[in-house]
DNA sequence: AGATATATAGATGTCAATATCCATTATGCT
DNA sequence: AGCATAATGGATATTGACATCTATATATCT
């Protein structure tokens, strides 16, 4: 449903969202979240380069949040990390689906709609209570 | 959102669908759905061993649906090659999340439920128009 | 029985997602 | 200035999904 690496950048965000004044160093992140380190500073910069995400260098610096839990949806995190594709045309390419998806298509990519759309109406301040 | 084989397969289900009563060989559904031969053959396979279809070897033989189309549904086809799994237990195995999952794989949870939910109230019959 | 058409099985190859490691750069502190 | 802390960047495994190939088993037809 949704990839590793995109459950991975979610349980970090939940971190932050949970200790929005601190800035937290990636291995603080790593162990809370049990996410492997050397793997997770991946998807911070990541999250860093679509700006959900500010960084600071050297002693007593690390992650934080760039806005407000209550202004971050799961589908901003997810959106950044590992994009879920819409389907916008017909993979068989058959002329007569050109313009119109054919019902199966319609039908997935309804589908991936209502996903998106539930994701996106779930803000990381209502998952704080997520970690310790 | 789904694999490539969930989409293959549902390809190759939605052909059948369309051919309710002749049986249909290998070589063909690959042609009309464009899936490469020799991995749907494989894909076939599962098909068969979950009994949505059956096979018969043989000039004239092939594959053809085991129920009605109308009986037979998105999510039949999705779990039959590649399982939707749910969220039991949440993956941090934290104490005190043992026996609920917290607010994060909560709602994530409930989306694929959602999803699983849209996916077996759509019919093979309703998509068959879906291929020439 | 022989020829042909078809599914089935198993071995193997390819590639992107996942994960690790090491060197480098930036920052704050003493 | 020098040291410790932390992010960043790049090279390199590892793994599983996707795909191909070849050989074999089974059925139909003449």
Do not use: W
């Not at 590793?4 to 349980?11: M, N, P, S």
């Not at 049990?34 to 380069?49: D, E, N, T, W």
């Not at 007593?60 to 045309?89: E, N, Q, W, Y």
């Amino acid at each position: 449903m949704i990839s590793q690496t995109a459950e991975y950048a979610l349980r970090a965000m939940v971190c932050l969202a949970s200790r929005e004044t601190e800035a937290l160093p990636g291995h603080a992140i790593a162990q809370i979240t049990q996410v492997p380190a050397s793997y997770l500073h991946k998807i911070m910069k990541q999250l860093v380069s679509s700006e959900l995400v500010s960084s600071q260098r050297g002693p007593s610096g690390g992650f934080r949040l760039t806005r407000p839990s209550s202004d971050i949806s799961v589908l901003d995190v997810i959106m950044a990390v590992d994009p879920i594709k819409r389907i916008s045309h017909c993979p068989l390419n058959l002329p007569e689906h050109a313009h119109s998806l054919c019902p199966l298509h319609r039908r997935i990519d309804d589908t991936i709609g209502q996903t998106c759309e539930a994701f996106s109406q779930t803000s990381l301040q209502s998952m704080v209570e997520s970690l310790p």
